[in-house]
């Protein structure tokens, strides 16, 4: 077996296509579009070694057409859980033994796959399953995607290069990283294909052995990833694919004595009950379970009154309204002065009634549909009262149709008090809820924007005076997780701001950071004597 101290390939971010007119990618991604929509394919289950199909399917429909099927995938039970744990149980020894930097090649690869031959597919694939633009398709289900593998990789080999910095004389010190003692439930969001492949891989690379749940409006681009995966040479049981219900698969992984730990993107009731289970069954477990979980957020942009009129709203249309808010980082309310809100307004209908919406294939639509009808009847559910409520007004937008596809129109709903609903809840789609204050109660603001939510994801101060932004960025330390300056409160790019938060937005162990991959281990401390003593008696208690 071959030794060394191995260097891993630098990483840098994947560059972003712009699929303009005339471009080798538009025309490429187009004839990956079509591709996919001329056929219908049948998705199965990955475990073990095996590609498990089962008589009762499920449709697979693009949000925004929802009449036209892709495909139909097999849905699982609680039989095919307990046959995922086992395969991945039965994979764990050699896959934890294989030497890190065997590891490394294979993600390494994947993302090579992911950035070339795959890359129209796997865009194609978001754009049909999950009604993506061509640019929210890219940035997602390309780029970063390459990027978590890429500069996971060298997260983990860094991680593998702390060591303790001494060692006395007649002694070495050292400190290996272990896989966890038994298998990592991954369970995934709709939102980005990159979140659903970066949950399994991130733990797996770190030599673990992982279930993985996706969500069920995400498995057409989940089952490309785990072609891609496969061809990567990851391993038969390594990383295992299920379609089940929730509680199906909680029943099954929350008792079982070798759930070692949860990688978890989703709602923060979901992890919240997740977390109470695993706590009422702590006695079953070999050993105490990681739990790390992104939950959501009620995302803010704080305007002051010397911000630039433009770049609040840039900030505020881009950050509400791209992948129709469906992002946890979305911007879903915005504090602004009552100085400034008049030629806001103006602004924001001026670029809000320029959009163009419809499905995903017509690359001029920058507003496609809602994940599916669940979320539309909750999301138009808002806007309804709003309309009638005497504390709120729908100023744009307000209009919706699911007759073709689930399509909401952008709003902007004016609340009239500070603790209205929407400034508060978090509804996940193209909502945006704007409270205008008083220029002389900034500070006053400040603790509103503070106190008003349960979460702290992201958010954004946009002011030009210096001391606005020191006094809201100290302030608001605790409000957010990913805090951006004259800038939307969206867009975390891998390997430049890890992305994470606290309070009810989740456990702030920042994906795509070295923080995140140290949750995946658990180190052992080594020390060797070379010449230990052979006496147990001290020199002290030696006779004068």
Same mark, same amino acid.
């Given at each position: ?269 979901? @992890?919240?009950? !997740?977390? %109470?289970? &695993? ?11 990681? #739990?790390? =979980? $992104? ?80 979320? @539309?009847?909750? !999301?138009? %559910?808002? &806007? ?11 100023? #744009?937008? =307000? $209009? ?145």
């Amino acid at each position: 077996m071959l030794k060394g101290f191995f260097n891993v390939p630098t990483p840098t971010n994947e560059p972003v296509y712009s699929y303009a007119p005339g471009t080798k990618e538009r025309s490429l991604l187009k004839e990956a579009i079509a591709a996919a929509r001329a056929i219908e394919i049948d998705v199965p289950m990955y475990i073990g070694s095996e590609e498990v199909h089962t008589a009762k399917k499920a449709k697979l429909t693009p949000p925004h057409d929802h009449k036209h099927v892709l495909g139909y995938y097999s849905q699982g039970s609680k039989e095919h859980v307990k046959q995922a744990i086992d395969a991945a149980l039965a994979a764990k020894a050699d896959w934890e033994n294989l030497p890190w930097e065997q590891r490394a090649a294979i993600f390494l690869k994947a993302a090579e796959l992911i950035s070339s031959k795959y890359r129209y597919k796997l865009n194609a694939a978001t754009m049909l399953g999950q009604s993506k633009n061509a640019y929210q398709a890219e940035i997602d289900s390309a780029c970063e995607i390459a990027d978590f593998l890429r500069f996971n990789v060298k997260y983990m080999s860094e991680i593998y290069q702390q060591q303790p910095p001494i060692s006395p004389k007649n002694v070495w010190n050292r400190v290996e990283q272990r896989p966890l003692e038994g298998f990592v439930f991954a369970l995934t969001p709709f939102n980005f294909t990159a979140i659903a492949g970066n949950l399994p891989t991130s733990a797996a690379m770190m030599g673990n052995v992982v279930v993985w749940k996706p969500s069920n409006t995400q498995i057409y681009s989940a089952n490309v990833l785990m072609q891609i995966f496969k061809e990567a040479g990851v391993p038969d049981g390594v990383i295992n694919l299920v379609y089940v219900s929730g509680p199906e698969a909680g029943d099954v992984i929350f008792k079982h004595p070798d759930f070692a730990g949860i990688h978890f993107t989703g709602s923060t009731g979901v @992890f919240q009950d !997740i977390w %109470k289970t &695993i706590g009422e069954n702590i006695h079953v477990y070999k050993t105490y379970p990681r #739990i790390v =979980g $992104e939950t959501g957020g009620k995302d803010f942009i704080l305007a002051h009154p010397s911000a630039d009129l433009q770049v609040l709203n840039t900030a505020l249309v881009r950050g509400a309204f791209e992948f129709q808010g469906q992002k946890c980082s979305a911007a879903s309310r915005a504090y602004v002065p009552k100085s400034l809100w008049g030629e806001l307004k103006k602004s924001m209908e001026r670029d809000i009634k320029s959009f163009k919406i419809g499905g995903t294939e017509d690359f001029s639509n920058f507003i496609n549909a809602v994940i599916d009808e669940k979320s @539309f009847d909750k !999301i138009t %559910k808002y &806007i309804d009262r709003a309309k009638e409520s005497k504390d709120a007004e729908v100023v #744009i937008g =307000g $209009e919706y149709d699911k007759s073709k596809g689930y399509f909401i129109n952008p709003t902007v709903i004016l609340a009239k008090t500070g603790d209205y609903e929407t400034l508060s809840e978090e509804l996940f789609g193209p909502v945006l809820t704007i409270y205008v204050y008083d220029d002389k109660k900034w500070k006053e603001t400040l603790k509103l924007v503070d106190e008003t939510s349960i979460y702290a994801l992201t958010g954004s101060i946009i002011a030009q005076d210096r001391y606005a932004v020191e006094e809201a960025t100290h302030y608001l330390r605790n409000a957010a997780g990913n805090f951006y300056i004259n800038d939307k409160c969206t867009g975390a790019v891998v390997g430049q701001q890890p992305f994470g938060g606290a309070r009810g937005s989740g456990t702030n162990d920042k994906a795509g950071s070295m923080i995140n991959l140290l949750r995946w281990v658990s180190p052992r401390t080594i020390k060797e004597t070379f010449n230990p003593d052979t006496d147990y008696r001290y020199p002290f208690l030696s006779e004068e």
